[in-house]
């Protein structure tokens, strides 16, 4: 288990706060308001941004805390004995507030173009068929991008070099795909952020899907993980 420090939990703040601004400025501008979001959005452009950073970020910020800039992966790495639970907590409190800060700065620079897309905050689209169903989106991208993080940076075969693309092109694949759904969140830090600046919680039907999806999702990954793709006979991965 690898120690972290300050260095470490700064990198987790700056890292989620970049990332929560790319995201919040790239639905701005490119996220059409209203019911019909699915059929004018352009989620390739958005899906493409949201890998493109997630990739730059892991890369760049990746060697001094492990890039995790997720409460979800954070709780795989606790489970994986990658980091300590206090170590974890820290993590957790530095991602949240990175997010709020990213939306405050695409609401600071946006203001009223940001406005009605929230600053980039997600939201249950009409097209599912309740809030159960947006649990379900979040659980199941969380479960895939977690278990992309397992195989590529904390498991017993892990290829760290490859894992700043496979995880940025794992989270752009999933956000083509279930962005028209629950504007793909898969991360309570990046959910809440948003949601918190430009006061989109929606009531409990709004939050508990990205709350609860994600937890459940990175849980499911862990279960696989050690179920299905690990090795007893082996050692252990390699510190994150």
Known sequence: ??????????????????LVLTIGVVLSMYAAPGTS??????????????GFALFMLIAGLGPVSGGHFNPAVTLVAVLLKKIDAVDA???VLTQLVGAILGALIVKGLLLDEGLAGNYGATAISPLLANSFAAFVVELIGTFLLVTAVITTEFGQK???????????????????????????????????????IGDAFNGF????????????GALLAFGFYRGVLYDPNEGDGAAA
């Open 1 to 18: 288990m690898k120690d972290r420090g300050l260095a470490a939990y700064i990198a987790e703040l700056v890292g989620t706060m970049f």
């Open 37 to 50: 979001t699915a059929f004018s959005t352009d989620f390739a452009v958005i899906g493409l941004v949201h």
């Open 89 to 91: 907590i820290a993590y």
């Open 158 to 196: 892990a290829k760290p070099q490859f894992a700043p693309f496979a995880i940025g092109m794992t989270l752009a694949f999933l956000v083509m795909i279930f962005g028209p759904l629950t504007g793909a969140g898969f991360n309570p830090a990046r959910w809440f952020g948003p949601a918190l």
């Open 205 to 216: 039907a709004g939050v508990w899907p990205y709350l609860l999806g994600p937890g459940v």
